[in-house]
């Protein structure tokens, strides 16, 4: 009896043993997967692994650290990095670049005065010049973003259905000057060799005001394939490859009928492709001019923008530095022009900017041969995240443009933009009292700071101003619509909310909040 007894706990403590000992192996595991996904940047996957360790862990450090990362670099609701990194820095050991990427979520969610005050706690770590610099730049955005956010352009966005997008990113399109065709990249092509993912340029018709489902080109490879241009005809499609067959160049598709085919060597300059990156790219309407970027030698910093003529005899031109009106010492990519050409529209991290690359307007001068200062498209069309591509159709009323919105399938997703008369915006005027209807004081310096945040029906933030401390006021500017107000003490999950609907006519709205601290 005694040795049956025995026997029984030995099996009772190996089953133990095997289970920690399995339990310890699976967590091992799913943290070499968060490691060597965060070493190669697939920071999705790294995400879906450290979300794993963290329901055992939650209050470590290196953990919410890494998760804050991951969601800040992601196409993810980047909002979610904020609790994370905010635990980090409430630590007296957090990494030194917390502060860094937590200024960044708050300026990718428009908590801008916020995203201030992170960097400059980045700053004073003053770990390298290229640092302050660097940091000195985003400063620069959030208060470029502060003063134009409360000035939007009267434009509306129309996701496309699932014909075109869908739960991948879908982003870069390009449509003819009739509007009736279209080129984008999409990441949904599955590649079984490579376990992965990779984008693939598709093409889509417009037919009585529907895009057909699209299809991705016959020409397609298993390189990574961007669509970066396209001729106003649509006869020409220009695409960004990187892989086994192209290493970050530029290549020429031609389109006759419902065929597509890769262009002939010569029908792009011969010095288009290097050994370096060359990346967007647009051919004028009458195929004389060729644009595109490149980080060639010789630039003036990052990727530059040139151009190469084509002579009366077909034979196009060494390629030229399009020159300091333009290019900066940071990237300048992917140009494109309107359909008669005399506009070009290209994306930007030198201009004065809201965000890494925000998008630019710049015309050309026939008198001067020169192109005029760019002009920044402003909100909502530049965010804080990266902007890159716009494509207007003849009219210059309607574009197509790929962005990350509430209303989305969840990741990058394509969109119709229309463009409103330049009408005056209707004012929003705002006093904030703190306390109730009966007792109350006017908001100052001396209460926690306040935020008054308006969105449009779908969720996306339209403009956020902070309440001011000398005179209680905050002040926004809308177009007519449906839009919901919020306004908060910093850090409380309530506050006051309305549904706002200003209509033709109206010149402005007035509101007295008041807020229970």
């Known amino acids: ?5 025995l026997i029984l706990v030995l099996v009772f403590c190996n089953s133990l043993i095997t289970a920690y000992s399995q339990e310890d192996m699976d967590i091992v595991l799913t943290q070499k997967y968060a490691e060597n996904s965060l070493r190669d940047g697939d920071y999705e996957f790294a995400l ?3 979300l794993k360790l963290y329901k055992n862990d939650p209050k470590n450090i290196d953990l919410n650290y890494k998760i804050g990362i991951c969601y800040t670099e992601t196409t993810i609701d980047k909002s979610k990095a904020i609790p994370y990194l905010e635990f980090v820095v409430g630590h007296n050991n957090y990494p030194i670049r917390s502060f860094y990427f937590l200024g960044r979520a708050y300026m990718y969610n428009y908590r801008f005065t916020e995203a201030v005050e992170a960097f400059y706690e980045y700053k004073m770590m003053g770990i390298t010049e290229d640092v302050i610099n660097q940091t000195d730049r985003l400063i620069e955005m959030c208060y470029d973003a502060l003063e134009r956010i409360n000035f939007p352009s009267n434009v509306t966005f129309e996701r496309l259905d699932t014909t075109i997008n869908s739960q991948f990113d879908d982003y870069q399109p390009f449509v003819t000057a009739d509007g009736n065709s279209m080129v984008y990249t999409s990441n949904r092509t599955y590649v079984s060799e490579y376990e992965d993912y990779i984008a693939n340029v598709s093409s889509s018709e417009q037919k009585k005001g ?3 489902k699209s299809q991705a080109l016959q020409v397609s490879t298993f390189d990574n394939e961007e669509s970066v241009g396209m001729t106003p005809l649509g006869d020409k499609i220009l695409e960004y490859a990187d892989g086994d ?10 389109r006759k009928g419902g065929k597509f085919t890769i262009a002939a060597k010569g029908e792009l300059p011969n010095d288009v492709n290097t050994e370096g990156v060359e990346m967007g790219a647009c051919l004028s309407p009458d195929g004389k001019t060729f644009y595109f970027a490149s980080d060639r030698r010789g630039g003036r910093g990052g990727l530059d923008i040139y151009y ?3 002579d009366a005899n077909g034979m196009w031109s060494a390629s030229q530095n399009i020159g300091s ?12 022009l309107s359909s008669d050409g005399k506009k070009m529209y290209f994306a930007s991290k030198g201009h004065q900017g809201i965000g890494e690359y925000d998008i630019y307007e710049t015309i050309y001068i026939d008198s001067t041969e020169s192109w005029t200062r760019p002009r920044n498209l402003g909100m909502p069309i530049n965010t804080p995240l990266d902007n890159t591509t716009i494509s207007f159709t003849a009219d210059g009323k309607t574009a197509y443009m790929a962005a990350n919105r509430k209303e989305g399938y969840g990741k990058m997703d394509v969109y119709k933009l ?7 915006p209707v004012i929003l005027f705002g006093t904030v009292m703190v306390g109730s209807e009966t007792q109350s004081v006017l908001y100052s310096e001396d209460f926690l700071k306040a935020y008054a945040t308006i969105y449009d029906e779908f969720g996306n933030i339209i403009s956020q101003a902070p309440v001011l401390g000398e005179s209680g006021q905050f002040f926004g500017s809308l177009f007519p619509g449906n839009y919901r ?3 908060k003490f910093d850090g409380y999950s309530k506050g006051y909310s309305e549904n706002l609907v200003i209509k033709t006519g109206d010149t402005e709205v007035i509101r007295t909040i008041y807020l229970q601290q």
Do not use: C
């Open 245 to 254: 067959y192209s290493t970050h160049d530029i290549k020429l598709v031609n």
């Open 308 to 310: 190469s003529k084509k």
């Open 210 to 212: 529907i895009w057909q």
């Open 48 to 50: 879906e692994n450290l």
């Open 418 to 424: 229309t463009f409103g008369d330049e009408a005056q």
């Open 1 to 5: 009896m005694v040795r049956k007894a």
């Open 485 to 487: 107000l919020d306004v």
């Open 325 to 336: 009106t333009i290019n900066t010492e940071y990237d300048d990519n992917f140009p494109s």
